[in-house]
């Protein structure tokens, strides 16, 4: 995928050139560019000429003075502007590979690549790193990345990745250690696999590698009802082993479904350190609350209003305790209404893989106002969601209004809107 312009923002220096969505940047001072990488090396400079080619196919070359470290404004596509690296394992644990038929085609795409790591935050194997990449890297230093080990057994990696290059692979932790590239780590447990005395051995090995391991999250394997995996799922007993071992090793977290599943206290803020695998769900539920204990509550609104809140099976306590205090303000009443869900089956309590119609079972008998829901539901940048119907549908056959909270680990907008009604 070439370099295509998707937004170009407000008073920018993009905007200024009068470039718009559909636009390609062709190269950069004469360079073609791989990826975003390439871009924002690049783009630091004083002086730069670009090649625009234009939505209605003319080409033009911009000559351009700016600050060394200002940005241009361009928000594209794709991080990637060739082919992106992709995914040559089999995991029996993988979740693309358990959805059905039916689905936004991008949730069937399975990437393995490290740019996406380095820019985005997604989990690599390490199974398709070619010398070239890693020379890439060393050369530009790039880093931190975030690495799906799951074991360091290599044979059980290989069984467990169904990937002959998934032992070998785990070499490139050790070169990671030998060129400073700092990673965090991903292990999915699943019991009789990779728990006990195997994610021991894991943690051992991980921790061993020194600074350069920032972070391990450790997090539950999902299965839904399309599993055709025989896999079993994380119970009481495996939680409660997975949080005594992990506590050993510093920088090891557990994902907040082990507490729960473990009917454990979810930790304190000092468990979490930055908070550096948060998307993945480890310290979220901790990250909501403590955010909202420092908010500014509005004694009063200027009218009554009734507001109900949509949320996972795994965040309800959460809410709970968040509208117990919200309940708090006068003229203002919010319920908590846990969406079951019935797509995935009842292992899935994960707000992002709520559909609408599990969505429009929960709510569409409620009385409320408004509804809230977490942008997670929702496919970023729009109100689709992953079954692909969207907000507009909910709304049809609900006739509810719905508020969406943009940053899901703050209830600062809602608070935000309490304070001016």
């Known amino acids: 995928m070439p370099a295509i312009v998707s937004k170009v923002l407000e008073n920018s220096i993009a905007e200024e050139l009068e470039l718009a969505a559909g636009d390609e940047i062709v190269s950069i001072d004469g360079c073609k560019m791989q990826d975003m990488i390439d871009y924002n090396f690049y783009c630091k400079s004083e002086l730069l000429t670009l090649e625009i080619k234009k939505a209605n196919g003319e080409t033009e070359e911009i ?130 696999l990779n728990d006990g005395e195997e994610l021991e051995r894991t943690l051992k090995d991980l921790t061993s590698l020194g600074d350069i391991l920032l972070s391990v999250a450790i997090v539950p394997v999902g299965i839904t009802q399309f599993r055709e995996e025989n896999l079993r799922q994380v119970d009481k007993t495996i939680a409660e082993e997975t949080i005594k071992i992990a506590s050993k090793y510093k920088n090891i977290c557990c994902s907040d479904e082990f507490f729960l599943l473990a009917k454990q206290p979810i930790p304190p803020v000092e468990y979490y350190g930055n908070f550096s695998q948060l998307d993945d769900g480890v310290g979220a539920i901790r990250y909501l609350l403590d955010d909202f204990s420092h908010l500014d509550l509005p004694q009063k609104i200027t009218k009554p209003v009734r507001a109900a809140f949509a949320t996972s099976y795994a965040a309800k306590d959460a809410i709970f305790e968040i509208a117990e205090k919200l309940n708090q303000i006068e003229n203002f009443e919010t319920i908590v209404c846990p969406v079951k869900s019935n797509y995935w089956g009842q292992n899935i309590t994960v707000a992002g893989l709520i559909t609408s119609d599990d969505l429009i079972n929960t709510v569409k008998d409620i009385e409320a106002d408004f509804v809230i829901i977490p942008s997670v539901m929702l496919k970023p940048y729009s109100e689709d969601f992953l079954d692909g119907k969207n907000l507009d549908y909910v709304r049809e056959k609900t006739g509810m209004e719905f508020f969406v909270v943009q940053n899901i680990y703050s209830m600062e907008e809602l608070v935000e809107y309490l304070r001016n009604n």
């Open 63 to 192: 000559e351009l003075e700016k600050d060394y470290d200002e940005d241009l404004g361009i928000v594209f596509e794709s991080a990637v502007f060739d082919r992106v690296k992709p995914c040559l394992n089999h995991c029996i644990f993988c979740f693309v590979d358990q959805q059905p038929k039916g689905l936004r085609e991008t949730l069937y795409v399975k990437d393995d690549d490290y740019r996406l790591s380095y820019l985005q935050g997604t989990y690599i194997t390490l199974t398709n790193l070619t010398e070239k990449d890693k020379e890439r890297i060393a050369r530009m230093h790039l880093g931190p990345f975030y690495v799906s080990v799951h074991t360091t057994n290599p044979e059980l990696r290989v069984k467990m990745l169904r990937n002959l290059n998934a032992g070998k692979s785990l070499e490139n932790l050790q070169w990671f250690k030998e060129n400073e590239i700092p990673f965090h780590a991903q292990i999915v447990l699943c019991p009789g």
